[in-house]
């Protein structure tokens, strides 16, 4: 009976906050019931005692998946997403939903600072550092309306790579649009 069930395991994290086996008995509970906020809940507990960096890239997006869509708490969508970038910077997955999420709570400024913190670590993936400078570039003019910080994102491409025809076309688009011919 998974509702007798349900209720003595939420006796158990009542008493225990952090019991990852009472976690784990009510993830498969909560997901049959379709009770979304109640498993988002469940899978926070779970994250608090996992070690491995892919369980925990593919936790956050869960709980952020589920904020996102089923809890309608798009700012906490955002944070878990955050977190899921931070650990996984180089996959395109990570950058792609905190990015759609931050259209939806104009977090403009938390993803430009993860992306920069990023390029930072990025010393030895100097692709990774090229392919966020270029989504700063189009979130800087798309969404920040800031074209100076856009042609400096995109010339630290163009200084790297000077065959980039992605910077190389914003550069040229931009420069117009500002009428910086020389």
């Not at 309306?145 to 790579?161: C, I, K, P, Q, W």
Request: with cysteine; aromatic share 8%; proline share 2%.
């Amino acid at each position: 009976k998974n509702d007798r069930a349900a209720k003595a395991y939420e006796k158990v994290l009542e008493l225990d906050e952090t019991n990852l086996r009472a976690a784990e008995a009510l993830i498969p509970i909560y997901t049959q019931a379709n009770n979304s906020k109640a498993l988002a809940n469940v899978i926070e507990v779970k994250l608090g005692h996992e070690e491995s960096q892919d369980s925990r890239v593919a936790l956050f997006r869960e709980v952020a998946a589920l904020y996102e869509s089923k809890v309608k708490e798009p700012e906490k969508a955002c944070e878990r997403y955050l977190s899921a970038f931070d650990l996984a910077p180089e996959e395109e997955q990570s950058a792609a939903d905190l990015e759609r999420v931050a259209k939806v709570v104009k977090a403009w400024d938390k993803v430009v600072a993860a992306y920069h913190k990023a390029i930072e670590g990025a010393t030895t993936n100097p692709d990774l550092a090229l392919s966020l400078r270029l989504r700063m570039g189009r979130i800087y003019v798309e969404e920040q309306g800031n074209v100076d910080e856009a042609l400096s994102a995109y010339r630290a491409v163009y200084e790297t790579d000077g065959d980039n025809q992605e910077a190389l076309s914003a550069l040229e688009r931009l420069y117009r649009q500002t009428k910086r011919f020389s």
